[in-house]
């Protein structure tokens, strides 16, 4: 669209200096991340995946080996961040109001305001959206895409931005399956389309069925991230 | 977040010129509505609510009564087009990119596609995404908010522009209601507390549950835009 005084080239530029200034902050956290041995996951979603049920059952079952906090973000409530406290895990809630993503400016903040987490787990619960989150990194290791069995098959190649940006694919509410027609194999082939590197596992957070493999995972990538770590210093 | 170059001040002036251009654009479509007669309704959700196959069993049902066409705006693929199109109704599929939301601009040019329709309903399906679409006029009588019942109570709060900027709401996959552990009544109150005025309909666009109730709906609203539009001229 035409914006009144400004050319479309300028609007492009506009975008880059937003991004680039996101990625300034973005290398920021990581190194804080990485001063501290924090592994940090940025957990990317339509809204109502069932996100924060998921972060609360992985809390309650890792919440004795690690310490964790989570970064919540949403346009209003502290609902998600009261829930995620619930298990004892301190939570920083963020409005973002009108946005529709965090950027890494906000987490630098929220990160002012957690207790120090050597060797521990950071869980970013990003705004319910399937588009803008996709451009921001926050810093994080990884992106950890969730998508609801009851979304449908087709939304890696809909959204195939966030789905490229992800690492993980979490296919959740797969308790749900026998109540629905959902095709498994081609929701998994369309996030290879679309990311042909992304692993995928299918988890219920609501009856915990799948969630060892996702602990799994992220024992071994914090692994490698810490490994990695050493072997930069 | 800082944009260099840019003042506070200078980006809001931006979104804010956007939006008035975009107004600009949403009044021609509307002038051309009214001209036709044309009865245009805004669908907006989360990825993965149901909207195609909602929009999909509505002009099964009410293709025989008027002129039905339907403009689709997805990031990526022409899916949701040729869903329509296997109905007999005319579909222009819009594909956003990087972008979170249909606009005006890209909905007159969609328009200029469609066959003439006077006295028909023009269906327009956004972008999955309840955050975006709820700032931008696209010309529409009415926002037609769709939310599935898998997405959890809480949606109106935290996405409470949408909620407010939606004049109906579809409470759509009730026919899972017996899966799911889902308190339909909190949802109807937290809708209501974002937008006292807003209508709820409970639906399921898969069995046909409650779909009477949204097309009687529409043919109130219809004959209402019209009784407006004849005392306007």
Not at 207 to 230: D, H
Request: aromatic fraction near 6%.
């Amino acid at each position: 669209m035409h914006v009144p005084g400004l050319t479309q080239a300028r609007v492009v530029q506009i975008e880059r200096d937003i991004l680039s200034k996101n990625d300034g902050y973005a290398a920021e956290n990581r190194a804080r991340f990485a001063a501290a041995g924090t592994f940090a996951l940025n957990f990317v979603s339509s809204p109502g995946s069932g996100k924060t049920t998921l972060l609360v059952k992985a809390i309650t079952d890792l919440k004795d080996q690690h310490p964790i906090a989570v970064i919540e973000g949403d346009q209003q409530t502290a609902n998600d961040a009261e829930r995620i406290r619930a298990t004892g895990a301190p939570a920083i809630q963020i409005n973002t109001g009108k946005g529709c993503h965090l950027d890494a400016h906000m987490v630098g903040h929220a990160l002012e305001q957690l207790p120090p987490m050597q060797g521990g787990l950071l869980f970013i619960e990003n705004v319910g959206n399937l588009v803008c989150p996709a451009a921001f990194d926050l810093g994080e290791a990884h992106k950890v895409a969730v998508l609801s069995i009851t979304e449908g098959e087709d939304k890696p190649l809909k959204y195939p931005h966030m789905f490229a940006a992800s690492d993980l694919l979490l296919l959740n509410k797969i308790d749900l399956l026998p109540h629905l027609d959902f095709d498994l194999a081609a929701t998994i082939e369309y996030a290879r389309r679309v990311n042909p590197k992304i692993e995928v596992l299918t988890v219920s957070a609501k009856t915990g069925e799948g969630m060892p493999a996702f602990y799994a995972w992220i024992a071994k990538r914090a692994a490698a991230a810490r490994a990695a770590a050493t072997a930069a210093e």
